[in-house]
Each structure stands twice: as structure tokens, then as C-alpha cells.
């Protein structure tokens, strides 16, 4: 068995150790970025130099267990700078026969903490000791019938996350399917066949097998400048409780907030910088345009990161293969001292496929009352961005947006990618990526 021992959470970028747990005595351990070998040892230590580039880029990080004829006989993946848990939890498996391992390592991390406030553990449905330091002794057990270790971890924020692991010689292996999700988006009101759309994607020249397409239910991630929150709130006032269906949200849709006031945690000596967001906002608690002027933009210390909070908008909006949307709401004065380029961020919304939306609230006192439905488009430093400083604004731009998700569609094809690494053919008429335009 093989495990990765770093844990790479939240946005990486640069030169970087990685260090692996591996089970018995290997041929050789290799470590693959994106489909490429980057290293190969036959003897442990087994640490690797990886360079994850100088650009923010979705990563897949794979380390591969080989025999002497060079064949894979385990492999552990981990993808980088895409969709994953504040924390995660592993099981490796140890000791001196392979057949009747008498140890398991236990592997976590957490983006911000260093500690877990309490871990559980238990195999086949009784609590075992831990000693603190990732060990677990395993008790007297069979081999020949299945086995399931499990662990789970609270941390001070609330949250908890578990881990399973079935192992025993009878244990039985499915066959399972990795799929990916790619959103796309087309013309046209009609949903496509799987049949209308083979022929359509290509890995590398090789065409890639659809299996399902969908229309799920959005998933929409805004980040809400502080220099936005006046205006903001004098929308509210004017406005009073005025929604109409133009600005609802349907069932099953998601609103998120990311509020790009950056604070810094040392968990793990990574210096991670966290964004405070909100919880997910659905259709009982208010309409889009409700939302946007009622959500409290917190008074928080800490610099801000406009660029950088982007970038996590775009993670978030990415996670469960659905049609999404990142929304950058802009004050008068927006300022940004952001760690990333404003093209480094856009260039990684788009491999993440992604689409951004910019609006600007106008300034302070302005008439919140238009006189027309004519939109006025600014300049700003991420892009033309939309006016809403009034009502009937917020209601034409939330339009807009609606226009484009109505367009994406989830397409699943066969295989486990990293979405910017997938390609159109040109069987693909009227269709593009979301988030390319």
C-alpha cells in the first residue's frame, strides 16, 4: 500500500517535499506530476522534490508503487489546486507480513489547525488506543475474513471529518468507474443526448467515452469587496423587500460568500492564508439580488487579497461537476494586495473552467433609482464589470447571468482528468467550455 504523507490543501504553487508512506519493500516508489515522472527511488527515503510551477494551476500528483518488470502494483492520487476538504484523513497499513499486517499509520491534516480536538478510532465497530503520534496497534484479528478500521477527527471549528479502510484476504475488489465532470456551454435550450455529443472530447488525441449529461442545479461563489458594503446597504434600504422572480433562486441552487479579508494561520508551518465564507445561502432564505445587499460584510482585521480570494472562489464554485459562477462584486475604491496576478488568477479560473462576472455597486450617495435599463459597463482592474447601483440593475444583471447558466451543462466522461488538460474536437459545434469566453 502507498499513501502520501504531505498533504497539499488550499491554493500551492512552486518548488515543494514530498514525502510518501509506503508499505513493505518495493521494486521502486515513483512520483508523477500530470502524467509525467518526476522521480524514481528503489530505496527509502521516500521524499521527492516537486515543482508545482510558478503559476496557480490545477495539479494531479500520483505516486506509484512498481515491481521489478516495472509494472504498478499501487498507486495513491492527490489532486492540487481543485476541489478538496479543509482536511483529510488516510490509512497506510503496516508491518512485517504483508498478509497479516499487525500496524496502520494514521495520516492527517487540516488547512488550519495543528491539533484535532478529539480522534476516535475503531476496528470492526470497537474502539482501539491511539498513541497520539499515528500509530494504531491492531488487535488479534483473521485474516481471511474482512476487517474495517475507521477514524474520526473533530477539530476546534466544529467540523469533523472520518476515514475508512476494508482490508483481508477475501476481501473482494469492484469494478469502479473514476469519471469527470466537464461543464459546458451551448447553444440552444434543448439538453443534448449522450449520443449528440460523442466524438466531442479528446485527451491527448484520444477521444474520451461520455456516459452521462445533466443539468444540475448552480453553484454560485461571490466575492464581495469591503469598499462595496455602503453601497450595499443603501440598495437595501431603498429597495425595502422588492424581489421579483427575475432574481429568485431555483431549487437546489447554491449561493456562497468569500469575504477577501485574508488572515494567516501557521498549521502545518505553511503560513496558509484563510478567507472567511459564509454558508450556503439556497432559495428558502431570499432571492439573489435579497442576498447581495443583505449578507454582512464582516469588519475584519487582516490585508486584502481581492485577487487572491478569486482564486478560492473559483475552487469553490468548481466542487461537484454543476454549472457555476463567480461573481466579483466591487466598490468605489476596491485596493488589492494580493500574493497573485490579476492574469495569473483569470488564466486559473479558466483551466478550472469557471466563468467570472463583474459588478460594481457605483459610489457612495450615488441616485440608486435608474432612469433606464440601459447597463453601464466600467473598467477595473479584473475586467469590464456590470453597474448595479439601483434595483432595476441588480434585476438586469442577475438576468444576464441566469441567461449563462441556463447554458451549462454537466458532461461525465469516462476516466479521472484534470479538467484543462481535456479538449474540444471539432465535432463539437456551438459548444465551448464554461468560463472560456
Known amino acids: 500500500m502507498i499513501a502520501f504523507a504531505t498533504l497539499f490543501l488550499g491554493l500551492v504553487l512552486g518548488p515543494k517535499q514530498v514525502d510518501i508512506l509506503v508499505e513493505g519493500d518495493p521494486a521502486a516508489v515513483m512520483l508523477q506530476l500530470d502524467g509525467v515522472e518526476i ?24 505516486a506509484l508503487v512498481l515491481n521489478q518488470a516495472d509494472e504498478i502494483q499501487a498507486r495513491a492520487v492527490q489532486w492540487i489546486n481543485l476541489p478538496r476538504s479543509r482536511a483529510e484523513v488516510a490509512f497506510l497499513l503496516e508491518g512485517d507480513d504483508p498478509k497479516r499486517p499487525d500496524s496502520a499509520r494514521l495520516v492527517w491534516k487540516h488547512i488550519e489547525f495543528d491539533q484535532a480536538d478529539s480522534i476516535r478510532l475503531r476496528f470492526d465497530g470497537r474502539d482501539v488506543s491511539y498513541d497520539g503520534l499515528g500509530t494504531i496497534r491492531l488487535p488479534d484479528y483473521d485474516p481471511e475474513k474482512l476487517h474495517i478500521l475507521e477514524a474520526e477527527l473533530r477539530f476546534p471549528d466544529g467540523a469533523h471529518y472520518e ?26 435550450d434543448s439538453q443534448p443526448s449522450i ?69 494567516t494561520t501557521g498549521a502545518g508551518g505553511t503560513g496558509s492564508k484563510l478567507f472567511t465564507l459564509s454558508q450556503p445561502f439556497t432559495a428558502e432564505r431570499g432571492d439573489l439580488a435579497w442576498l447581495l445587499t443583505r449578507v454582512s460584510v464582516p469588519d475584519e482585521p487582516g490585508s486584502r ?26 466598490g468605489h475604491e476596491a485596493t488589492d494586495t494580493s500574493a497573485y496576478q490579476v492574469d495569473e488568477v483569470l488564466d486559473f479560473l479558466r483551466d478550472l473552467r469557471v466563468p467570472l462576472w463583474i459588478w460594481w455597486t457605483g459610489r457612495p450617495s450615488a441616485v440608486t433609482v435608474s432612469e433606464g435599463r440601459r447597463p453601464i459597463r466600467v473598467d477595473t482592474s479584473w475586467g469590464k464589470a456590470t453597474d448595479i447601483s439601483s434595483f432595476s440593475r441588480i434585476e438586469q444583471a442577475v438576468v444576464e447571468l441566469r441567461k449563462g447558466l441556463d447554458r451549462q451543462h454537466t458532461v461525465w466522461v469516462e476516466g479521472s482528468y484534470l479538467p484543462n488538460r481535456i479538449a474540444l474536437t471539432p465535432e463539437a459545434t456551438k459548444a465551448e467550455f464554461a468560463g472560456q469566453n
Open 39 to 62: 522521480g524514481r527511488k528503489s530505496e527509502p527515503p521516500w521524499s521527492f522534490d516537486c515543482d508545482l510551477g510558478p503559476r496557480l494551476a490545477p495539479h494531479k500528483l500520483e
Open 163 to 188: 476515514a475508512e479502510l476494508s482490508f483481508g484476504t477475501r476481501l473482494g475488489f469492484g469494478a469502479e468507474i473514476d469519471l469527470t465532470g466537464l461543464v459546458l456551454t451551448m447553444s440552444g
Open 195 to 263: 449520443q449528440d455529443l460523442e466524438g466531442w472530447f479528446e485527451k491527448d488525441g484520444r477521444l474520451l467515452e461520455v456516459v452521462g449529461v445533466e443539468r444540475s442545479p448552480a453553484r454560485i461563489v461571490m466575492v464581495i469587496d469591503e469598499t462595496a458594503k455602503e453601497s450595499l446597504r443603501e440598495l437595501a434600504t431603498v429597495t425595502g423587500g422588492a424581489a421579483n422572480g427575475r432574481t429568485a433562486l431555483r431549487k437546489g441552487e447554491e449561493v456562497l460568500f468569500v469575504f477577501p479579508r485574508a488572515r
Open 305 to 330: 487579497r481581492v485577487t487572491d480570494a478569486l482564486a478560492v472562489a473559483g475552487v469553490e464554485a468548481a466542487t461537484g461537476g454543476r454549472p457555476r459562477a463567480v461573481i466579483l462584486v466591487l
